[in-house]
């Protein structure tokens, strides 16, 4: 059994990107950060792909042809009709059908690592049902999986974005067998959440070329050399990031990231 990663993305330009962030840190800001975001979650699951533990794959929110073929570096799934629930299922069975076993995460938590989605694919690599859930913060989640089916009713019963959600999504999918739990992270969905974001990407241990440089553009922009992203680091805020961490690593993005790839242009 090998195990499929689906990172779910819409296309700026066909749809509305990070509407809450774009409220307060405009439109641009929102999209460019989001892109950013993208590149790192791909470039996670790449390593996680390379190691042997998942096959990554974009799933995007759209059909139109020319949003499909803006991502690029690996494959593409459709997300297919409906609310998330529905896409969510169609993905998942797509993944199961492919590989026996399939994980689905978003782009809003870049500070993820390959040793956790590689925990996850391996716990999935079983004959036995099982499934597994990263909850956010917020009290929804950042990863799931399963090895089994669950009925699309199930997975539209969710009420999605609420304080609740990662405890309701687990209650109507009990039935895909034993369960284990990965870290809590901090996805980015209002402006509050980029300060614990940018500390959980400067405390990586061995963040990848493209979380790097989400953490400088990030940097550049709480700054204010960038256009104004709302990351306030003055004050108390200020000690919640690791600065040297930030210096040295925004340092290295400067001079010795690759070039972008993989995400809309």
Not at 173 to 178: H, I, K, S, Y
Request: hydrophobic share 50%; aromatic share 6%; charged share 20%.
């Amino acid at each position: 059994m090998s195990v499929g990663l689906a990172i779910f993305v819409k296309t700026p330009g066909h749809s509305v990107v990070k509407g809450r962030l774009a409220a307060t840190l405009g439109a641009d800001a929102a999209r460019d950060w989001y892109l950013h975001a993208a590149e790192a979650v791909a470039s996670v699951a790449r390593d996680a792909q390379a190691a042997g533990d998942v096959v990554a794959y974009w799933a995007v929110a759209e059909a139109d042809p020319d949003a499909v073929a803006a991502w690029t570096g690996l494959p593409v799934l459709e997300q297919g009709d409906g609310g998330l629930g529905a896409r969510m299922a169609h993905v998942h069975a797509q993944l199961l059908q492919r590989h026996g076993a399939g994980m689905l995460v978003g782009a809003d938590a870049p500070q993820l690592e390959a040793a956790r989605l590689s925990r996850a694919a391996a716990w999935l690599r079983d004959a036995a049902p099982r499934a597994v859930l990263g909850p956010a913060a917020d009290g929804g989640f950042w990863l799931y999986g399963g090895n089994r089916a669950a009925p699309v009713a199930a997975w539209q019963s969710v009420p999605y974005s609420a304080a609740d959600t990662a405890t309701r999504f687990r209650v109507a999918l009990a039935g895909d067998g034993e369960w284990t739990t990965l870290d809590t992270l901090t996805d980015a969905d209002v402006e509050a959440d980029l300060v614990p974001v940018a500390a959980a990407l400067a405390a990586l241990p061995a963040p990848t070329a493209a979380q790097v440089r989400l953490l400088a553009w990030m940097l550049k922009r709480a700054d204010g050399s960038g256009g104004g992203i709302g990351l306030d680091c003055s004050g108390d805020r200020r000690r919640e990031l690791p600065t040297r961490v930030i210096a040295s690593r925004a340092a290295r993005a400067e001079s010795t990231c690759a070039p972008a790839h993989g995400r809309p242009t």
